[in-house]
């Protein structure tokens, strides 16, 4: 079932990603603009959460841990893009253990998270296939998605994600994909309080240049005066946002509990039969 609502700037519509036939054009929408934010439930079962927080909590897949830096309270199971270096060595050497973790991780529960999203994420875009981005040398490929950790007064500034192409560490991906990217954000524990994904009424084709590689923007604007909306995601639901064109931001966690997720960054490929993804 569709549940259609409008808070004002943003075009929210939800689904469930256990709907017996998929409204196959909503990711395409989303992409051409004419919805900015799709929400699907029933991604993870909540027998499969308890199980998957429990193993995250003691690392027992046995992931790589990457730091996130340090004012965000934060961490990665897996490697960031966004953090590497230009030199991509270690970065590419690291990815099988990420997959051959997320293996691990889902022993016992007939889940593997990175199958899953993908199928859920095809079946809402028209069958189209959703697969790793590939290095510039096989077998290299980059990591399908990030798993994070939120601490107590964990957030992440306000920013596009439009701004990644311009790094360095991106040069490979932005030859091989078309320039919007969208992106993920599945949750598979909530915080007590927080952690929440807010969204402004702020556009990349404006607002670009006062946010980028910036905490609070460069002064320009002040956005305690700019309409926000706050999305409450449940555990075991997925929000696809326009990430690369919408201002968006996590709150602060408050609370001993850490909000985690499964993040990834996507774009159509350079030839649009497939989505190319990345952590």
């Not at 909540?46 to 340090?70: H, I, K, S, W, Y």
């Not at 990420?98 to 991780?105: E, M, V």
């Not at 994904?197 to 607002?207: I, K, P």
Request: aromatic share 8%.
């Amino acid at each position: 079932m569709t549940v259609l609502f409008d808070p004002g700037f943003l075009k929210i519509e939800q689904h469930s990603a256990n709907d017996a036939a998929p409204d196959a054009t909503a990711i395409g929408r989303l992409r051409a603009d004419a919805l900015d934010v799709l929400i699907l439930h029933d991604v993870v079962a909540p027998q499969a959460l308890a199980v998957l927080c429990d193993r995250l909590e003691r690392n027992a897949a046995g992931f790589d841990v990457t730091e996130f830096p340090g004012p965000f309270r934060s961490f990665f199971y897996g490697r960031n893009l966004n953090l590497n270096t230009p030199d991509m060595d270690d970065y590419f050497a690291a990815e099988p253990r990420f997959r051959a973790a997320i293996a691990r991780l889902g022993e016992g529960l007939a889940l593997n998270l990175i199958a899953r999203t993908s199928a859920v994420l095809s079946a809402f875009d028209n069958g189209r296939h959703y697969g790793t981005a590939p290095g510039p040398t096989a077998p290299e490929q980059h990591f399908f998605a990030t798993l994070r950790g939120h601490l107590d007064g964990g957030y992440i500034p306000a920013h596009f994600d439009n701004e990644q192409s311009l790094r360095p560490s991106y040069r490979h991906i932005a030859s091989q994909t078309q320039s919007d990217i969208f992106s993920y954000v599945l949750t598979l524990a909530t915080a007590e309080q927080g952690g929440q994904l807010e969204l402004f009424n702020l556009r990349a084709s404006d607002h670009a240049g006062d946010f980028r590689n910036s905490e609070g923007g460069r002064g320009a604007v002040d956005l305690t005066t700019v309409e926000k909306v706050a999305l409450p995601i449940p555990a075991g639901s997925m929000v696809l946002v326009n990430s690369g064109r919408l201002l968006h931001q996590v709150s602060r966690v408050q609370g001993a509990r850490k909000r985690w997720t499964m993040c990834s960054f996507m774009a159509l490929s350079a030839a649009p039969d497939k989505v190319l993804c990345w952590g």
